[in-house]
């Protein structure tokens, strides 16, 4: 199974700043990358689709890169309703595994 | 719009099986595959497997191979998740998941609220 390594696994930060989460798959994966938020209490949200697109509605302080086996999401001018927890998820093969999580909170 | 509602949470003893339910709403649903995930409290997420109700084909992750078991009911546009043999370690949250792999490699653009299992005595 591909591993999915997620760092860092908590960042306390403030709202305005920028802030990189990155994942790193245990081998190539082709840009078969998906990104999720989760709200505490809520079902996940898709964020990224193909390392760098975004879905539909996501607002563009947010950006997705990378290739082979690193990637990151990045967050510009952080506001308030991107505090939760973020998730990575590779597409290259079952099982679809997903890195351990990133939990993002307010400073 | 597109929905998937899920069955309301489960309290269960151990031993016993549970079957949870996902109805899609809002889209063809045979277009799709349904996915399922298990997440354990303050964990990440695992995925379980998927059944497309185009062809019927299921795919499982090995480590739940034996604990699942995805089935359909077409008329109703519902997937269901049967556990059987339940024990404390299946006491998580189970979502579902609308798959869409037209997009380039794929994503789980529409989520479930999620099902709360609780395995006890």
């Known amino acids: 199974d591909i591993q999915m390594t997620q760092s860092p696994a908590s960042l306390s930060v403030s709202v305005g700043e920028t802030v990189t989460i990155t994942c790193r798959a245990s081998?190539?994966?082709?840009?078969?990358l998906a990104w999720y938020q989760q709200k505490q209490g809520k079902s996940p949200q898709l964020l990224v689709y193909?390392?760098?697109n975004l879905a539909d509605g996501v607002p563009s302080r947010f950006s997705g890169s990378g290739s082979g086996t690193q990637y990151s999401l990045k967050i510009n001018s952080l506001q308030s309703e991107d505090f939760g927890s973020y998730y990575c998820?590779?597409?290259?093969?079952?099982?679809?595994?997903f890195g351990g999580g990133t939990k993002l909170e307010i400073k | 719009q597109v929905q998937l509602q899920q069955s309301g949470a489960e309290l269960v003893k151990p031993g016993a099986s549970v079957k949870m339910s996902c109805k899609a709403f809002?889209?063809?649903?045979?277009?799709?595959?349904i996915e399922w995930m298990k997440q354990n409290h303050g964990k990440s997420l695992e995925w379980i497997g998927n059944?497309?109700?185009?062809?019927?084909?299921?795919k499982y992750n090995e480590k739940f191979k034996g604990k699942a078991k995805l089935t359909v009911e077409k008329s109703s546009s519902t997937v269901y998740l049967e556990l059987s043999r339940l024990t404390s370690d299946d006491s998580a949250v189970y979502y579902c998941?609308?798959?869409?792999?037209?997009?380039?490699?794929?994503?789980?653009?529409?989520w479930g609220q999620g099902t709360t299992l609780t395995v006890s005595s």
């Open positions: 059944f497309h109700p185009y062809n019927d084909d299921t």
């Open positions: 809002g889209y063809t649903f045979t277009t799709y595959p």
């Open positions: 193909a390392a760098t």
């Open positions: 081998e190539n994966i082709y840009s078969n």
């Open positions: 998941a609308r798959g869409n792999y037209r997009y380039d490699g794929g994503a789980f653009d529409y």
């Open positions: 998820q590779h597409f290259w093969g079952t099982p679809y595994t």
